[in-house]
């Protein structure tokens, strides 16, 4: 980088080859929407039912809907753990906050994936094109949420289990060396 | 705002974008190809007319069969599996998106501008895609043009991303080794030295997790979608694993047990049509040739094992006996069509018709089909005849066929 920044970066914030890239990116973006038709864009006598909408809608449901929403429950999830952390039983604690996050976000993901199905969503089309109902999949789901959860809960007493044998043994250790 | 997450930082957002970066082209390369599997020289392909906006065309290949049902497992089972690490990505960078000032100069205006049309535009391809391989419809508009439209608005705000933060991966990539963090427990994870772009939290909650674990995470989730997602295209023993899946099904042992593209009542098709009255008719030559199903019985079969592969990722491969197209060509006289136009007995509805390229017709694999897996067909997999070309996009194997015209 030059020491001192030309008239054009000044004015600019960045240099020429930045604005190079973008008007290449504007252009390309700007093509594809003529093609497409401005007036598609908006071609709807439902106004959530047009390309723009969702364009700009899958941005803002992922960033101001979905990911408060998550880390709000992480918060909450955070809280709980926090409020009982006592010294008591230092040694044996196994922290349950990823045994709780992990099967909630997998049966986040599928729930995000595949809702069409679960809440037979789409019933008709669904129906024409492959001959099925969509019947099966909520109860999928509910069963391979429960199959997450249960594992969890298997790795979180294997863990904690593991974490108390070790405890014992160490006091233990530490019991005969004195008794040494 | 408050930013805590301990791990955020250029090296995890780095990790996220690299395999992206690795990964998106495929996805979108292969949409592309798909578009021209359909044939767009035939003025079949939807959108009919993109302008520039097109790889170079040429005539798609009929071999090896399975190459439609490569590119397009490929598209869908990718693009889906890449959904946990898009969402990573995003949620990397989220301090980014409430930065304050929000505009510090005409440059950052304008680089936030093409990171709206990036995120706008891979949200809105993840989406649709999502929904249409679960035949919902819910959007309303043409998915087809958006779809398409949508993934060149990408390409081109990925392209301008990749140019302008290439180096910074790169270096931030080198800043932490990923063996090292792969070995990290959560005991000795901290957060990232500060960096330019606000990305590492000046105030930052104790970890709950490592690096290697928030990879875990988004790998595991991956994964668990891979696992779901491949059954339908890879077929077989697998195919119950897509569990979550319109074609997660197993039906059966029966010879026609197998996959439905659209059933017989949805298409209006009348036992009526395809009982004894039924005959085809095939065109382009001096005469019309009318021929009945026995007739056909009574021609040269050829047996052939093909995909029926969709647009939407999931297959099923049969085996099918039927007819050669070429034998057909022949019999209507035209010996070396350039193209043949197929019609179905299906009155309505955007996949009635179909045009087979020149070596779609001639393939020796190419048939119109009466028989699958040793018995009749089924209604609702086209009987009395349909068409099965290797490497044909799904919809163009023209079920309930009425005419064939060859074009010279």
Excluded at chain 1, 111 to 128: D, Y
Excluded at chain 2, 5 to 22: E, K, N, Y
Excluded at chain 2, 147 to 169: D, E, N, Q, S, T
Aim: glycine share 8%; net charge positive; hydrophobic share 45%.
């Amino acid at each position: 980088m030059p020491a001192h920044p030309g008239w054009f970066e000044q004015i600019y914030g960045a240099r020429a080859r930045h604005l190079l890239v973008l008007t290449g990116c504007f252009l390309l973006a700007g093509y594809a929407v003529l093609e497409l038709g401005p007036d598609q864009l908006f071609d709807s006598d439902v106004w959530w039912q047009s390309p723009a909408v969702w364009f700009l809608g899958g941005a803002i449901v992922v960033d101001l809907v979905l990911f408060p929403l998550c880390s709000a429950a992480d918060r909450v999830l955070n809280a709980v753990p926090r409020a009982e952390r006592r010294p008591r039983r230092r040694g044996l604690r196994v922290p349950i906050v990823n045994y709780i996050r992990v099967p909630v976000l997998a049966s986040g993901l599928l729930l995000l994936l595949f809702f069409p199905g679960i809440i037979e969503q789409g019933k008709g089309s669904h129906l024409a094109a492959t001959g099925h109902t969509q019947d099966p999949f909520l109860g999928r789901w509910l069963w391979l949420t429960v199959l997450f959860c249960c594992l969890s809960v298997l790795a979180y007493s294997i863990r904690y289990g593991a974490g108390r044998l070790r405890t014992m043994r160490t006091m233990r250790t530490i019991e005969r060396e004195r008794d040494d | 705002m408050r930013w805590r997450s301990p791990i955020r930082g250029p090296w995890l957002t780095s990790v996220f974008g690299a395999v992206l970066l690795a990964a998106l082209p495929v996805v979108t390369l292969t949409g592309l190809l798909s578009y021209l599997a359909y044939a767009p020289q035939l003025g079949q392909a939807i959108p009919g007319d993109v302008g520039w906006l097109k790889l170079p065309t040429f005539q798609w290949p009929t071999s090896p069969a399975w190459l439609y049902q490569l590119n397009q497992g490929i598209h869908v089972v990718l693009g889906m599996v890449i959904i946990p690490v898009v969402l990573a990505k995003l949620w990397s960078v989220t301090p980014k998106l409430f930065t304050w000032p929000p505009v510090r100069s005409p440059a950052h205006a304008l680089e936030r501008l093409s990171l709206l049309l990036l995120v706008g535009s891979v949200l809105f391809e993840l989406a649709t895609g999502v929904l249409n391989i679960q035949y919902d419809y819910i959007f309303g508009f043409s998915f087809y043009a958006a779809h398409y439209f949508g993934a060149w608005v990408f390409i081109a705000a990925f392209i301008a991303h990749v140019c302008l933060k290439l180096p910074r991966m790169i270096e931030s990539l080198r800043s932490r080794s990923l063996r090292t963090e792969l070995r990290t427990p959560l005991a000795e994870t901290h957060p990232e030295p500060p960096d330019a772009d606000g990305l590492v939290s000046s105030d930052p909650a104790p970890p709950t997790m490592s690096r290697r674990g928030a990879l875990a995470l988004v790998g595991g989730g991956s994964a668990l979608v891979l696992l779901l997602s491949v059954g339908q295209t890879i077929g077989g023993v697998l195919r119950p694993l897509s569990a979550l899946l319109p074609r997660g099904r197993v039906l059966g042992d029966g010879p026609n047990d197998f996959q439905v593209n659209r059933t017989a009542a949805a298409a209006r098709i009348s036992p009526d049509d395809t009982g004894e009255v039924w005959r085809l008719t095939l065109r382009g030559g001096d005469g019309d040739v009318s021929l009945s199903r026995p007739q056909l019985l009574a021609m040269p079969q050829h047996t052939a094992d093909l995909p029926i592969a969709c647009v939407e990722g999931w297959s099923t491969t049969q085996t099918w006996t039927g007819v050669r197209l070429a034998d057909l060509a022949r019999l209507a006289g035209v010996g070396e069509p350039a193209s043949a136009q197929v019609e179905s007995l299906q009155r309505s509805g955007a996949f009635n018709d179909a045009a087979l390229q020149h070596n779609q017709v001639l393939d020796p694999d190419s048939l119109l089909a009466l028989r699958v897996n040793g018995a009749d067909l089924s209604l609702d997999h086209g009987f009395p005849a349909r068409i099965i070309v290797p490497a044909l996009p799904g919809v163009h194997n023209t079920k309930w066929v009425r005419s064939i015209e060859f074009r010279t």
